[in-house]
């Protein structure tokens, strides 16, 4: 049949690969598709040639996929870098003066016209590193208060917990929602008796009435003392009531309609990622920066959170191992771990040996002489605990290949099935300055010839190694 080529890019994706096709130049500037479906054509499409990708970065998945409402809940510093800071006290100047007060960001006082009645305890905490005293007053409440945009359009009833220990005698503490920048204007609340000088957890639940606040209301999450009473509080936790094993039900199911075969978890924070950080008691999970991105990672959404997202979303895990600053048996216990946990617990799945090692921007990265070695390291280790184990060694983006690629392929291809190629340069990153639109459409429609031509010689070079050829395949993991 013939038909022409309006917006068909995502229908033909669904045709059955036994259909050849062809593009056939129409006349006045049309072009025509012809499908011969009584041809079965002699290579298959594997269904895992359409994947997705979920990496810490940004909001991806605090502040996104996890479901946790509260930044910084362990009350830790140093969790973002310099940059990440200069931008947040742009956008929040009244927090350099709750930091200017020992607390922690982005936490700030209840009042700040009570003045110091904090002060960050290194070394006594539930979590992490660090706690926080508060040092109540005769007759008020004094307290910490962080703003929050809540998924009140689909959830009124919020559930959580805290740590706290007494320094003395009992104490009255309150936990709230209140209105923004009002601490009078509580909308939720609930009352908890901090009685353990020994740190002790307390759950709470809030619920809010229909109206009280808007999708796009900010609130205030409120922890206080009563009158004069000192505590020592930490990892105070926030959740919708709706999550879905700690992860936003929103977010589960656009995963969902993707439909997609693969996630991958993996991209720079892999160079530095530890997994064991990651598992675990969440209570027991340590705040650290994230160093690639320069934003906190908590290690609430680790191993066993990720493999049950794909379980939820229907997918295979494809995972990164850590070949910065890992080790060949911290990897080969990751790919144990997780094999004990996934299906059919037989192994067999997909791991990345490395991400982009190529680039000095990578925690650890090997040098053009170091990298064969470190995969082989890597590789045999993981061979040892899973031989069924299909891996993608790193490979160079498709404008620099040749010297990378071919330091790979030395190893021969028992070491790893795929070579693995990124290409993130999209038309924002164009040479010329003040670009027509015009211009900017017909870059947006040469670069995916361009990239097939690099391609092509990618492969073209694999092949010309005959051990090789035909055994190592390129795997596209960012695209």
């Not at 009352?191 to 353990?196: I, V």
């Amino acid at each position: 049949m013939r038909c022409r080529i309006l917006i068909l890019t995502l229908a033909l994706s669904r045709l059955p690969v036994s259909g050849q096709s062809k593009f056939v130049r129409a006349e006045r500037g049309q072009a025509t598709i012809e499908i011969n479906t009584a041809k079965t054509a002699s290579y298959e499409i594997p269904r895992t040639i359409y994947g997705t990708f979920l990496e810490a970065i940004g909001r991806s998945v605090y502040g996104g996929l996890w479901a946790q409402i509260l930044e910084n809940p362990s009350f830790e510093e140093n969790l973002w870098s310099g940059e990440n800071l200069r931008q947040m006290l742009g956008q929040e100047p009244a927090l350099a003066r709750s930091s200017g007060m020992g607390l922690p960001l982005p936490w700030e006082p209840l009042a700040y016209s009570q003045g110091w009645r904090y002060e960050p305890c290194w070394n006594d905490a539930a979590n992490s590193f660090r706690s926080l005293l508060v040092m109540g007053l005769p007759d008020h409440q004094v307290g910490v208060r962080q703003q929050v945009y809540l998924p009140v359009h689909r959830t009124l009833r919020y559930t959580g917990s805290l740590y706290a220990r007494t320094t003395g005698s009992p104490v009255g503490a309150e936990v709230s929602l209140r209105r923004r920048n009002h601490p009078e204007a509580r909308l939720a609340q609930v009352a908890l008796h901090l009685t353990s000088q020994q740190w002790a957890r307390y759950e709470f639940s809030l619920q809010l009435s229909p109206g009280q606040l808007g999708p796009l209301d900010l609130a205030d999450f409120v922890i206080a003392l009563s009158n004069d009473g000192r505590a020592l509080i930490d990892q105070a936790l926030l959740f919708p009531a709706d999550h879905v094993d700690g992860m936003d039900p929103e977010m589960i199911a656009m995963a969902r309609a993707l439909k997609t075969p693969l996630v991958r978890f993996g991209g720079n924070f892999t160079s530095g990622y530890h997994w064991r950080d990651g598992v675990g008691p969440l209570d027991r999970r340590v705040s650290m920066l994230n160093q690639a991105w320069g934003i906190p990672e908590y290690n609430h959404f680790g191993t066993d959170e990720f493999l049950r997202f794909c379980e939820l979303v229907g997918a295979e895990p494809q995972i990164g191992l850590n070949l910065g600053s890992g080790t060949p048996e911290e990897a080969a216990e990751w790919v144990r771990y997780v094999n004990d946990r996934w299906g059919d617990r037989r192994g067999g799945l997909l791991w990345e040996l490395g991400n982009e090692l190529w680039g000095s921007f990578q925690i650890g990265y090997p040098t053009l002489g170091q990298v064969a070695a470190r995969t082989k390291a890597f590789s045999d280790a993981v061979r040892r605990v899973d031989a069924r184990a299909r891996l993608i060694a790193t490979g160079q983006d498709p404008d620099h290949f040749r010297e990378w690629n071919a330091a790979q392929l030395g190893l021969g291809p028992d070491a790893y099935q795929f070579l693995s190629t990124h290409f993130v340069v999209g038309t924002a990153n164009l040479r010329r300055r003040d670009p027509a639109p015009e211009f900017i459409a017909e870059a947006a429609f040469a670069l995916p010839v361009g990239l097939e031509r690099s391609l092509r010689e990618m492969k073209a070079q694999i092949d010309a190694d005959s051990s090789a050829r035909g055994r190592v395949k390129i795997a596209f993991t960012e695209w």
